[in-house]
C-alpha cells in the first residue's frame, strides 16, 4: 500500500502526516480520543492500535526439578519481564537465586513470599548497546583462547552466556535496526555459544602439547571470524571458509577420531557457520562495472 505525504505547519518547522487505512481504523475502534503506538525498525515505521504491555508468566518448578536454569533463561531470552517461580525447597530458592544473579542481566527477585519468588526485569534495553555488546562476546572468547588457569574458565563461561543472553533477549524485544538481519543475528549469538562450550570442553581436558599445537590452527580462525565480523574483506572470508570446511572434513575421512578431533571437528564447523552468517551481516555489494 503506498500513500503520499502530507507536509504540515511552517516550512522551518515542517512535518509529514500520512493517512492510516479507514478498514484498519474500524477494526481497531481508533477515533481521534484513541492513541497509537509508533516504533521505527530500520526503513520502517511500525503502528501499533496498542502498546505492547509486559509479559508476566507463572512456572511452577516441581514441574522442572531438573531444569530450572533452561526454564528461566529461555523465558528470559523469549523477553518475558516478570516471571513468578513457585518453588519447592530452600534449596530451590537458592537455585533461583544463583541463576539470576549469574544469568539474567537486568533482573532481580524483588518479592519473596511461602514458596514463590518474583523474577522481574528492573531496567530497560538498550539498542545502542547491542553492538558492544557482540564485540564484548567476541572478545571474551578470544581471551579464552589465551587461558592458561582452568579454575578461570568458569567465569569466563558464564559471563558469555550471560552476555548471549541478554543479547538474544534484546533482539525478542527489540529487533535490529536492520530489522531482516535479526535472525541471523540470533543464529551468530547462537554459534558464539556453541563455540565457547566446545572450546572450554577441549580446555578442561588439558590438553597435550599435539594437541594445544591443533588449536593453535582454531584460534587463528576465531580471531579472523572476529575481524571479518568488524571489517568484512572477501579474500579473508574465502580463505577463511574455505580451511574451517578443509579442517571439518580432514577430521571426519579419518577411520577412528578421537574425543579431542570430535571436539575440534565442532569447533571448526561451528567457526564454519560464524563466516558464513558474517557475510550475511557483514557483506556489501561491489559497485557494478560500468
Not at 56 to 81: A, C, D, E, F, I
Not at 272 to 281: A, G, M, R, V, Y
Request: with cysteine.
Amino acid at each position: 500500500m503506498h500513500k503520499k505525504l502530507t507536509a504540515q505547519g511552517p516550512r522551518d518547522r515542517k512535518s509529514y502526516t500520512v493517512t492510516l487505512p479507514l478498514d484498519w481504523v474500524k477494526e481497531h475502534q481508533l477515533d481521534k480520543t484513541k492513541h497509537v503506538e509508533l516504533e521505527t525498525l530500520g526503513s520502517k515505521v511500525i503502528i501499533s492500535a496498542e502498546t505492547l504491555r509486559e509479559e508476566r508468566q507463572v512456572v511452577n518448578l516441581s514441574l522442572y526439578p531438573q531444569t530450572p536454569l533452561k526454564v528461566l533463561q529461555n523465558l528470559y531470552r523469549m523477553g518475558v519481564s516478570e516471571i513468578k517461580v513457585m518453588y519447592t525447597s530452600p534449596s530451590q530458592l537458592q537455585e533461583v537465586a544463583t541463576i539470576v544473579n549469574m544469568k539474567l542481566i537486568g533482573c532481580e527477585i524483588i518479592e519473596q513470599g511461602k514458596n514463590y519468588a518474583i523474577i522481574k526485569d528492573i531496567t530497560k534495553e538498550s539498542t545502542e548497546d547491542f553492538e558492544t555488546i557482540i564485540r564484548r562476546i567476541f572478545l571474551l572468547i578470544l581471551e579464552l583462547t589465551t587461558v592458561k588457569d582452568v579454575t578461570n574458565l568458569a567465569a569466563l563461561e558464564n559471563t558469555i552466556q550471560k552476555l548471549v543472553n541478554y543479547c538474544l533477549r534484546m533482539l525478542v524485544l527489540q529487533g535490529h535496526v536492520e530489522y531482516t538481519k535479526t535472525p541471523f543475528y540470533v543464529v551468530l549469538l547462537d554459534r558464539l555459544e556453541k563455540l565457547t562450550d566446545e572450546y572450554s570442553w577441549i580446555l578442561k581436558t588439558r590438553p597435550t602439547p599435539e594437541q594445544a599445537k591443533a588449536l593453535l590452527v582454531i584460534n587463528k580462525y576465531i580471531r579472523k571470524a572476529y575481524e571479518l565480523y568488524y571489517t568484512f574483506n572477501p579474500q579473508e572470508f574465502d580463505a577463511v571458509a574455505y580451511q574451517t570446511y578443509q579442517r571439518m572434513n580432514d577430521i571426519k575421512g579419518k577411520p577412528h577420531v578421537t574425543i579431542f578431533e570430535m571436539h575440534l571437528h565442532n569447533l571448526a564447523r561451528q567457526l564454519n557457520t560464524i563466516c558464513s552468517t558474517i557475510f550475511i551481516l557483514r557483506y556489501t555489494a561491489s559497485p557494478k562495472s560500468p
